[in-house]
């Protein structure tokens, strides 16, 4: 079986500029959990998806948003970026919600300048 | 709300040597835990989980982890390391009460394995 797929795995982006990740969880599988990784922050829970909805949400500005499609596919997208929004985002699938094994991407890492 | 503390942020050890990476939780309610390893260039990948049951718990690659309750820890072991388990190691909890699977990691653990 494929792993976790994101794309692109690299991005260079000016502030103010938007972006939009796509990950593509692994085949089966219904939940996408979206996470933002920085050196000073370590690693933080955006939102998480589950059969199109958005079931947990982080601590995070509304610029941050996403959505979930129907073949469980997601994507999050960053609005009227910051140079604090630089940062490695990860994401998670998993079969379903509750207490059952997440599996990582490789990540997006993104560079606002 | 939970919090994850790892205690140190590198831990340098020679090859075959036994190493302890540590992790203490704090949470008003009952948790999951886990670790998660991630090598350079790469996601993370689950090493073990505790769930309810053991409190000693064997993951992947030689690594096991006691739940001590009492102390919210759950530090991580292995009595014999290679130069390949370089690499950065993070404890996680998630909240049992919540129906999905939103983590919260401690700040990591540098682990660097010298021949």
């Known amino acids: 079986k494929a792993g976790v797929t994101q794309t692109p795995r690299y991005l260079i982006k000016t502030r103010g500029q938007q972006v939009t990740l796509s990950c593509s969880p692994i085949?089966?599988?219904?939940?996408v959990s979206w996470y933002q990784q920085t050196p000073g922050q370590g690693l933080q829970f955006l939102f998480e998806?589950?059969?199109?909805?958005?079931?947990n949400k982080g601590n995070f500005p509304g610029r941050f948003s996403g959505r979930q499609f129907s073949n469980s596919r997601s994507e999050m997208n960053v609005s009227t970026l910051e140079l604090g929004d630089s940062a490695l985002y990860l994401c998670?699938?998993?079969?379903?919600?509750?207490?059952?094994?997440?599996?990582f991407g490789p990540g997006t890492r993104l560079t606002v300048l | 709300a939970q919090s994850v503390t790892q205690l140190d942020s590198q831990v340098p050890v020679f090859e075959e040597a036994p190493v302890e990476l540590r992790c203490n939780y704090s949470?008003?309610?009952?948790?999951?835990l886990f670790w998660y390893v991630q090598y350079p260039n790469q996601g993370l990948q689950l090493l073990l989980k505790?769930?309810?049951?053991?409190?000693l718990v064997k993951g992947i690659n030689g690594f096991e982890a006691e739940f001590n309750k009492s102390q919210t820890s759950f530090h991580l072991r292995k009595p014999s390391v290679h130069i390949s388990d370089t690499a950065e190691y993070f404890c996680?909890?998630?909240?049992?009460?919540?129906?999905?699977?939103?983590?919260?990691f401690g700040g990591g653990t540098r682990l660097m394995v010298k021949p």
């Open positions: 085949s089966g599988h219904r939940s």
């Open positions: 505790y769930l309810s049951g053991s409190t």
């Open positions: 949470s008003s309610v009952s948790v999951y």
């Open positions: 996680a909890v998630s909240d049992k009460g919540n129906a999905g699977n939103m983590l919260t």
């Open positions: 998670a699938s998993s079969l379903k919600m509750g207490r059952n094994e997440q599996f």
């Open positions: 998806y589950f059969s199109e909805t958005q079931r």
